[in-house]
């Protein structure tokens, strides 16, 4: 083979890998989301033949975030994409009309809880509430997991599930690591870190679990957000990010 038919492979193989690379880097970036028509797009292939009724930019947990909500048939669905990969960090939907169904029994809170623990594999469940709104009896669910928070609503008289929902109890894949919420404790902007964040909410309401837990910027002051469950009552407790001192601290009944 002559030398130039050598260096012209040689050549053509560079350009080859190099443009492969570059496709790698434009796939890796297509993957995200950079405005409301991907958002919109993404959700439609999740739920086909769905309409888009609104799209929000929003940040959630330090990240931008894109919630989308769709109706279709009888549900309108919510779904939230973590702009920079599209992963989706929460997602739920509803019935929009429910039958009261009042020629039958209503079901009993142990079947509702069976039906919840077969929706959620090796979840918790943390509280199940029998309520009445419009005309309709329900039991509300809440669950948790190693990693998201669940609430279901089970139709009290025929054990269907007419609202269903999750989320991330912590942004997964190191999506908090900027704003101060790392595991090991104070980082350079000398934050407690949020497992030391928790640790203080938990203190501060023993025995109950957390379900949500996030940093952010109260009026310029950081901030930990400490969301608990304990029985029939939810705790929100806001933590200074520097001193750990407990700033907020409300209790609500759920019923």
Not at 10 to 16: G, I, K, P, Q, R
Not at 129 to 150: L, P
Request: charged residues 25%; aromatic residues 8%; neutral net charge.
């Amino acid at each position: 083979m002559k030398m130039t038919e050598k260096i012209r492979i040689a050549l053509f193989s560079v350009c080859f890998l190099a443009a492969g690379v570059s496709g790698m880097t434009i796939s890796a970036k297509a993957a995200g989301i950079s405005n409301e028509s991907q958002a919109s797009a993404r959700a439609q292939e999740k739920i086909p033949g769905a309409t888009v009724t609104d799209v929000d930019r929003d940040h959630e947990q330090g990240v931008v975030v894109y919630d989308v909500d769709l109706v279709k048939g009888n549900k309108k669905y919510e779904i939230t994409y973590r702009a920079s990969d599209a992963k989706i960090v929460a997602y739920g939907w509803e019935k929009i009309s429910v039958g009261a169904s009042r020629n039958k029994p209503v079901i009993s809170e142990s079947k509702c809880r069976s039906l919840a623990a077969s929706k959620v594999k090796n979840g918790t469940i943390l509280s199940v509430v029998h309520k009445y709104d419009d005309g309709i009896e329900y039991y509300k669910v809440k669950m948790t997991d190693a990693n998201k928070t669940y609430k279901m609503e089970f139709h009290a008289r025929t054990g269907a599930l007419i609202d269903y929902e999750w989320k991330y109890t912590i942004m997964p894949g190191g999506g908090n690591n900027n704003n101060g919420n790392n595991n090991n404790g104070n980082n350079n902007n000398g934050y407690i870190g949020l497992n030391k964040a928790k640790q203080i909410a938990k203190d501060k309401v023993p025995g109950a679990v957390i379900v949500k837990a996030e940093f952010d910027m109260d009026d310029g002051v950081p901030v930990y957000e400490i969301e608990l469950v304990k029985g029939r009552y939810e705790y929100d407790v806001k933590i200074h990010a520097q001193t750990g001192n407990i700033l907020e601290w409300d209790q609500d009944y759920d019923d």
